[in-house]
């Protein structure tokens, strides 16, 4: 049963499932943005960009999303700066 509201059952569930995934987008977002500042936007010349989007596809990530970012680590969009600290 879900108690008082089947909505707020779904509420709690799709809120805990978001918060998961923005935390592995955000992650994504940031490797996609150095990986494509270091080695170009292209995935053909840049093997790391190129593991890096099949992974944001695996969990689904929105193909804007994923271009979105490689523009920001390339510089034609405006955003935060990650830099690679080893």
Do not use: C
């Not at 998961?20 to 080695?39: Q, Y």
Request: hydrophobic letters at 35%; a positive charge.
């Amino acid at each position: 049963m879900s108690g008082h509201s089947k909505w707020h059952t779904i509420k709690h569930k799709k809120g805990a499932a978001d918060a998961k995934r923005g935390k592995i987008f955000t992650r994504i977002i940031k490797e996609l943005t150095v990986a494509s500042r270091n080695g170009g936007g292209d995935p053909d010349m840049n093997p790391r960009l190129r593991t890096i989007i099949a992974d944001a596809k695996q969990v689904n990530m929105p193909a804007d999303n994923i271009k979105r970012a490689i523009r920001r680590g390339t510089g034609e969009e405006e955003g935060v700066n990650y830099e690679e600290i080893i």
